[in-house]
């Protein structure tokens, strides 16, 4: 993903705003950790089993799930980032609106309901089910863990930075203790509660997120009287770019390089979600197939209404901001909603405008809070249930060992994820969510489509897939603008970056496709058909589902 859509939150807030109004958004801050942690330790005392742990015990109706759902899909890249890449480049910041949202619709038509019905808690399951055992999970649980991680990385890193310039907290120190705190928290919710705990957390989450977007989208077409085209009018004049400002081709489309960069990152946009396995892990705690198509109308209710939204958010901000304004406060723009909250909340120094703003850095500091759990849950499900359950101890691990072993798991990725995220708290974290989209488009998604749908997959078609994938994506990451050779990139300096796009998703999803293909055509390997029919059967009516 580029760093206008993707590099997560750094708001520079006006001086006198968060200066004077501090306590207040200590207070909403507090507020909402205080009651995420009583939510978490009330469900924790309701987690009893590996079931409970992994999957909420499959108790949760149609819209909570819908609710959850919407909560762990809407990031802060899509609340901050969006709005910001809107501000800066107009159509083509709207576009990533859209393709989040045509993201969002894939995932459901191709994975969603299938993978509920063949798997118990992890996406190892579908794959191991056809398959032998012991690679395939190891595979699975290396790219999920992988993914995971450098999504969380991108979470933490601007999770410190955004409290810590919230808090006025400038020093190293201070930096890497919120990162730190982030962390804890991180490993509290998952640890103590679990699938059931983190789930109602987004719930919460995503209740803050929609009711924060609306308030921001009425009080911004209240300015402009509801008119839609006197909203788009004024950005188009106050973005200094006129009518080029209403139309494709401000920031892709100027050189044959952005055009392609602008392909591959939507091809990683929109197939990379149906490979997330945070948002994939969501859809085994219901407990009926119905429920699970209950929750995904729930879930496109919800997210179109928000991504709708954000179109409001962008273009308002465009409007009623100068452009250098926004630059001067991050170069990606991702501060254009709290800039735009403040201004329409009275402007610097107002009391409006202050409660505003605390208000939208509490929600997104929430958002950021509650996406971190379900990837860590994600990564430590993983672990436990397909590397420590069936690969090291070969399926015969108790539940409650497993259940012991993903909280360990989830300690240790915390620890992992405090130390990266504090080494990268002055990176650019564009290139760490580019490579997680890359990597569950090249890698897991394949491999899902071809178990699903395929009978002559094999196990050697599984690992080319999975490894080729993981492997292809995170070399041209690392040898892309988005590492080096740019004043944005992660090592500005240096200079190694022979990849001309930002985003691989061009070459290592068909790749990973490819790779596939081949693998399972040059396997000696004979596939089980009689397996695939009732993978088949499984996937489609759910019958035999956990």
Same mark, same amino acid.
């Given at each position: 993903?580029?760093?206008?859509?993707?590099?997560?939150?750094?708001?520079?807030?006006?001086?006198?705003?968060?200066?004077?109004?501090?306590?207040?958004?200590?207070?909403?801050?507090?507020?909402?950790?205080?009651?995420?942690?009583?939510?978490?330790?009330?469900?924790?005392?309701?987690?009893?089993?590996?079931?409970?742990?992994?999957?909420?015990?499959?108790?949760?109706?149609?819209?909570?799930?819908?609710?959850?759902?919407?909560?762990?899909?809407?990031?802060?890249?899509?609340?901050?980032?969006?709005?910001?890449?809107?501000?800066?480049?107009?159509?083509?910041?709207?576009?990533?609106?859209?393709?989040?949202?045509?993201?969002?619709?894939?995932?459901?038509?191709?994975?969603?309901?299938?993978?509920?019905?063949?798997?118990?808690?992890?996406?190892?399951?579908?794959?191991?089910?056809?398959?032998?055992?012991?690679?395939?999970?190891?595979?699975?649980?290396?790219?999920?863990?992988?993914?995971?991680?450098?999504?969380?990385?991108?979470?933490?890193?601007?999770?410190?930075?955004?409290?810590?310039?919230?808090?006025?907290?400038?020093?190293?120190?201070?930096?890497?203790?919120?990162?730190?705190?982030?962390?804890?928290?991180?490993?509290?919710?998952?640890?103590?509660?679990?699938?059931?705990?983190?789930?109602?957390?987004?719930?919460?989450?995503?209740?803050?997120?929609?009711?924060?977007?609306?308030?921001?989208?009425?009080?911004?077409?209240?300015?402009?009287?509801?008119?839609?085209?006197?909203?788009?009018?004024?950005?188009?004049?106050?973005?200094?770019?006129?009518?080029?400002?209403?139309?494709?081709?401000?920031?892709?489309?100027?050189?044959?390089?952005?055009?392609?960069?602008?392909?591959?990152?939507?091809?990683?946009?929109?197939?990379?979600?149906?490979?997330?396995?945070?948002?994939?892990?969501?859809?085994?705690?219901?407990?009926?197939?119905?429920?699970?198509?209950?929750?995904?109308?729930?879930?496109?209710?919800?997210?179109?209404?928000?991504?709708?939204?954000?179109?409001?958010?962008?273009?308002?901000?465009?409007?009623?901001?100068?452009?250098?304004?926004?630059?001067?406060?991050?170069?990606?723009?991702?501060?254009?909603?709290?800039?735009?909250?403040?201004?329409?909340?009275?402007?610097?120094?107002?009391?409006?405008? *202050?409660?505003? &703003?605390? %208000?939208?850095?509490? $929600? @997104?500091? =929430?958002?950021?809070? !509650?996406?971190? #759990?379900? /990837?860590?849950?994600?990564?430590?499900?993983?672990?436990?249930?397909?590397?420590?359950?069936?690969?090291?101890?070969?399926?015969?691990?108790?539940?409650?060992?497993?259940?012991?072993?993903?909280?360990?798991?989830?300690?240790?990725?915390?620890?992992?994820?405090?130390?990266?995220?504090?080494? *990268?708290?002055? &990176?650019? %974290?564009?290139?760490? $969510? @580019?490579? =997680?989209?890359?990597? !569950?488009?090249? #890698?897991? /998604?394949?491999?899902?489509?071809?178990?699903?749908?395929?009978?002559?997959?094999?196990?050697?078609?599984?690992?080319?897939?999975?490894?080729?994938?993981?492997?292809?994506?995170?070399?041209?990451?690392?040898?892309?603008?988005?590492?080096?050779?740019?004043?944005?990139?992660?090592?500005?300096? *240096?200079?190694?970056?022979?990849?001309?796009?930002?985003?691989?998703?061009?070459?290592?999803?068909?790749?990973?496709?490819? /790779?596939?293909?081949?693998?399972?055509?040059?396997?000696?390997?004979?596939?089980?058909?009689?397996?695939?029919?009732?993978?088949?059967?499984?996937?489609?009516?759910?019958?035999?589902?956990?």
């Amino acid at each position: 993903m580029s760093a206008a859509h993707a590099a997560y939150p750094t708001v520079q807030l006006a001086a006198e705003g968060a200066s004077e109004h501090r306590p207040l958004i200590i207070t909403l801050f507090a507020c909402f950790v205080v009651a995420t942690l009583f939510i978490t330790v009330w469900a924790g005392r309701q987690t009893k089993d590996a079931a409970d742990f992994y999957a909420g015990g499959r108790q949760f109706t149609g819209f909570q799930n819908g609710l959850a759902v919407s909560g762990d899909y809407m990031s802060a890249a899509s609340f901050l980032g969006i709005a910001g890449a809107i501000a800066l480049f107009g159509y083509d910041g709207f576009l990533y609106s859209i393709g989040f949202l045509v993201a969002w619709l894939v995932a459901l038509l191709l994975v969603a309901e299938p993978l509920r019905n063949s798997g118990r808690y992890t996406m190892g399951d579908v794959l191991a089910y056809r398959m032998r055992q012991r690679p395939v999970r190891t595979a699975a649980g290396a790219s999920t863990i992988v993914v995971s991680i450098f999504y969380l990385l991108a979470q933490m890193a601007g999770a410190g930075v955004l409290v810590s310039l919230l808090l006025g907290i400038t020093s190293d120190g201070g930096k890497i203790a919120i990162v730190a705190l982030v962390g804890l928290l991180m490993i509290v919710y998952v640890t103590i509660g679990g699938m059931k705990g983190t789930t109602w957390v987004q719930m919460v989450k995503a209740v803050l997120l929609i009711a924060g977007t609306v308030l921001i989208t009425f009080l911004i077409l209240l300015k402009f009287h509801f008119n839609i085209s006197d909203l788009l009018g004024s950005a188009a004049e106050n973005s200094g770019k006129g009518k080029a400002f209403l139309e494709p081709g401000l920031k892709y489309g100027a050189t044959s390089t952005s055009k392609l960069d602008f392909i591959s990152l939507g091809i990683a946009l929109v197939l990379g979600t149906a490979g997330l396995p945070h948002i994939l892990i969501r859809f085994y705690t219901v407990p009926t197939a119905k429920a699970a198509r209950k929750s995904v109308n729930w879930a496109i209710g919800i997210i179109g209404a928000f991504y709708l939204m954000t179109i409001v958010l962008g273009f308002g901000a465009a409007a009623i901001l100068k452009p250098g304004d926004i630059i001067a406060s991050n170069k990606a723009g991702n501060t254009a909603a709290p800039l735009a909250a403040l201004e329409i909340g009275g402007g610097s120094g107002s009391t409006g405008g *202050a409660i505003l &703003l605390a %208000v939208i850095s509490a $929600v @997104a500091f =929430a958002t950021i809070l !509650a996406v971190v #759990a379900g /990837l860590t849950l994600a990564s430590s499900s993983s672990f436990a249930h397909d590397i420590y359950a069936n690969v090291i101890r070969k399926g015969r691990a108790t539940e409650k060992e497993e259940v012991r072993a993903a909280k360990w798991a989830t300690v240790a990725i915390g620890i992992v994820s405090i130390g990266l995220g504090a080494l *990268a708290r002055d &990176l650019n %974290v564009a290139g760490l $969510v @580019a490579l =997680a989209f890359a990597v !569950a488009a090249s #890698a897991n /998604l394949p491999t899902i489509l071809y178990s699903l749908f395929w009978k002559r997959f094999t196990t050697q078609g599984a690992l080319w897939s999975i490894y080729g994938g993981l492997v292809s994506s995170v070399l041209l990451v690392l040898f892309s603008p988005v590492v080096s050779s740019k004043p944005t990139s992660m090592f500005p300096d *240096a200079d190694f970056a022979w990849f001309p796009l930002e985003n691989p998703g061009l070459i290592s999803i068909p790749l990973g496709f490819l /790779l596939g293909w081949l693998g399972s055509l040059l396997s000696k390997e004979e596939p089980d058909k009689g397996k695939y029919a009732e993978l088949e059967v499984k996937s489609l009516t759910g019958v035999g589902a956990h």
